[in-house]
């Protein structure tokens, strides 16, 4: 199974400034997903890429992937104090079950 | 909107005690998950499941079981709840193959005292 790392562990920036965060894996994956964390609730889906893919935009996020480096990034523009959460990458093979690293703590402030 | 609903936001219970978690989702989703999540340690895959009465072994299943008797039920068992067993519960399920991304249920967190 496919477990992503991702970096920084924390990140602390002012609203309205871009916030990005990382994510390596190990081995070649079929897709690689992003989740977000609000303090103490569930993680919520926020988008899927395919390895086929190497840019995707949803809204005020954008994720790139570098299956050559194994790596891919969030960024999410224009920060608001709501995106104060912890991200989650999972990068997939293609089996059912995904493997979730510490994730990436952002706080955005006022 | 889809949900996976899971029975209790907190629980405490007393160390021994058997302890049932339940995970309901509306989907009809094939694929069931519990993870738990404990500070510094990210999220770790006890059990899961992907179909009716069957389970797999996930990383860290000793002194868990689970119960899938309807696709949309799927339940986590701590045999004999110890304090080690403090944490939060996490619920998931998918559609299909892991193309498709993962609904979350809100979380039990679990208190053993």
């Known amino acids: 199974s496919q477990q992503g790392e991702e970096d920084p562990q924390a990140l602390s920036i002012q609203e309205g400034e871009n916030a990005t965060m990382n994510c390596s894996y190990k081995t070649s994956i079929n897709n690689l997903q992003w989740y977000r964390q609000n303090s103490g609730r569930g993680l919520v889906h926020l988008i899927l890429i395919r390895s086929n893919e190497r840019e995707k935009h949803s809204g005020r996020l954008r994720v790139t992937l570098d299956t050559s480096k194994k790596s891919s990034s969030l960024l999410i523009t224009a920060s608001r104090a709501a995106d104060t959460a912890s991200y989650f990458c999972a990068p997939s093979g293609g089996y059912n079950k995904l493997i979730f690293g510490a994730g990436t703590r952002l706080a955005v402030h006022p | 909107d889809v949900k996976v609903t899971q029975s209790s936001r907190y629980l405490v219970k007393r160390t021994g005690e058997k302890v049932f978690l339940e995970c309901v989702q509306d989907?009809?989703?094939?694929?069931m998950f519990w993870y738990r999540q404990d500070p510094g340690l990210g999220l770790r895959l006890i059990y899961f499941?992907?179909?009716?009465?069957?389970?797999e072994k996930g990383d860290i299943p000793e002194g868990y079981s689970v119960s899938r008797e309807k696709k949309e039920r799927f339940s986590l068992i701590l045999e004999s709840a110890s304090t080690n067993q403090t944490s939060m519960y996490l619920c998931?399920?998918?559609?299909?193959?892991?193309?498709?991304?993962?609904?979350f249920g809100s979380g039990t967190r679990l208190t053993v005292v």
């Open positions: 989907m009809d989703h094939e694929n």
């Open positions: 998931a399920s998918s559609l299909g193959r892991s193309s498709y991304g993962y609904t």
């Open positions: 499941s992907y179909d009716v009465k069957m389970k």
